[in-house]
């Protein structure tokens, strides 16, 4: 249970620290809130700049609400205020 949880904080400080990957996360789980995913979706199926690997990746992630909600989370909690 230790390994699994240290695993998982381990993936969400290596989205919060790579900006374009935050922002992709973060952008997602703004639009499964608003029930409003669809069309990214579909937009990514047709875009023809990325492979079909990174499509299934993405499709995958997008489709977990529950991580889009702990990345989210965690985001807010660990951000260093200035």
Do not use: N
């Not at 935050?22 to 029930?35: G, I, K, T």
């Not at 199926?45 to 889009?68: V, Y």
């Amino acid at each position: 249970m230790l390994a699994t949880w240290l695993h998982d904080l381990e993936s969400l400080e290596a989205i919060s620290q790579d900006d374009a990957t935050r922002d992709l996360c973060l952008r997602m789980a703004s639009l499964s809130q608003e029930d409003r995913l669809q069309p990214f979706l579909s937009e990514l199926q047709d875009d023809t700049d990325l492979d079909d690997q990174t499509k299934g990746m993405l499709t995958e992630l997008a489709e977990d609400r529950t991580f889009l909600l702990a990345v989210e989370d965690y985001v807010k909690k660990t951000e260093i205020s200035h």
